[in-house]
């Protein structure tokens, strides 16, 4: 069983920065793989980014390819997503998922594990 609790959400103006955290505990963090995404009202929840056990390797959506960052630190059983040149429609409930999955990681149904979420609003 893996636990993920996340932090770091607020409100910041439109062009602002804002980095979330996501810890974690139970299994091997090193050989989970980490997604973020987000869910805003009335929409359908998204994939925003993911950063995979093997190497490190990252995949981010379009919308936020260039502004946002995922890292992690294996040590911390930390998984980070930080948000850069944040724009009002990135405003959403921001979600960590953890999977030992290797493929269809844009797809929430393939993540077995979740935070309860932490919610970013961005003021235009």
């Known amino acids: 069983q893996v636990q993920l609790v996340e932090s770091g959400g607020g409100l910041v103006h439109a062009g602002g920065s804002l980095r979330l955290s996501c810890a974690a505990s139970g299994r091997a963090f090193s050989t989970l793989t980490m997604g973020w995404f987000r869910q805003a009202p009335g929409k359908d929840r998204e994939f925003v980014a993911v950063?995979?056990?093997?190497?490190?390797?990252?995949t981010y959506a379009d919308s936020v390819k260039g502004r946002f960052t995922v890292s992690r630190d294996n040590a911390q059983n930390t998984v980070y997503l930080q948000m850069n040149s944040l724009k009002p429609e990135d405003t959403a409930v921001y979600y960590c998922?953890?999977?030992?999955?290797?493929?269809?990681?844009?797809?929430?149904?393939?993540?077995?594990?979740w935070g309860q979420g932490t919610q970013v609003t961005v003021s235009s």
């Open positions: 998922a953890a999977t030992r999955r290797d493929i269809g990681l844009g797809y929430s149904g393939n993540y077995e594990y």
């Open positions: 950063i995979r056990w093997i190497g490190d390797r990252t």
